[in-house]
């Protein structure tokens, strides 16, 4: 059920030869408002993973975050005193930009040597990306909805390597009922988060089930916003042809739209609310290729 679609550069000049927002740009006064009208009983659902030595999924080719106290109950408790006895703590947080929850910046992902749009990969260097930053994009609020794989496969967690198909969104959509229109912000649930709670990071970062190329075309062809999952990497790996990241390329690199990676969706899926306003604000990181995302479903 592939739609037949070119998704080599296909959205490169549609909002400019300058842009950097990319699909960014669907978020319009008028979607956002009209995301804001699913909201009916105002329960809040936090979809980011806690920040934490144990707590944060972190692959080995990145460090993983750092949290400590530049000043604390000891401090006082040794006998530091401050003027009218007002006493405060501090704490200093490090971390990288695709650590935990978070999003990719279309500086992300360049192949052949450009980035989105035509900008150029040359351009992100030592103190950041000079087009295409996170920074770009100010916010992601609007028409959220789930697809939830794996309530259609019968699974608490989709087997390793299993390809999700353009079959399997449309097939999540027609059983919840659903529609994916121009502006909307995908996530999809593959289970995957429960193997690094099981078995650890090691488990986790060795495979995933995820998106293969006729899912990444059929969401194109819906003019999707974001697509966030509950996996590492949003696409299956290994890949369906080996090549590395190609879900990746199609996605941020020809199509502008973001993708939005291990979120938290175990609760909204028992929830049964497949549609929803989804609020995430990524961190205004001057040239930033990512950042870390604390993502909400409002329904």
Partial sequence: MTDAID???????????DDERGAGNLLTPERVAAAAGLVGRGDVYPLGLPIGARTTPVPPNRPGPQHYMTRDGGDFAAGLRRKGGFETTDGVVMMGEHVGTHVDALAHVGDEGRLFNDHPLSGVRSNGAATCGIEKLPAIVGRGVLL?????????????QYVITDDDLAACAERQSLTVEAGTIVLVRT????????????????????IGMAAAEWLAARDVVAVGADNYGIEVVPTEDGRPGPVHRALVRDCGIYLMEMLVLDELAAAGVPEF?????????TGGVGSPLNPLAIT
């Fill in 7 to 17: 998704m080599r550069e296909r959205n490169w000049g549609r909002w400019g030869d």
């Fill in 148 to 160: 939830d794989v794996c309530a259609l496969k019968g699974t608490d967690r989709l087997d390793p």
């Fill in 191 to 210: 289970g995957w988060l429960s193997t690094f709670r099981e078995e650890g990071a090691a488990a986790f970062f060795l495979t995933e089930p995820g």
């Fill in 277 to 285: 306003l989804f609020v995430a604000a990524p961190l205004p990181i």
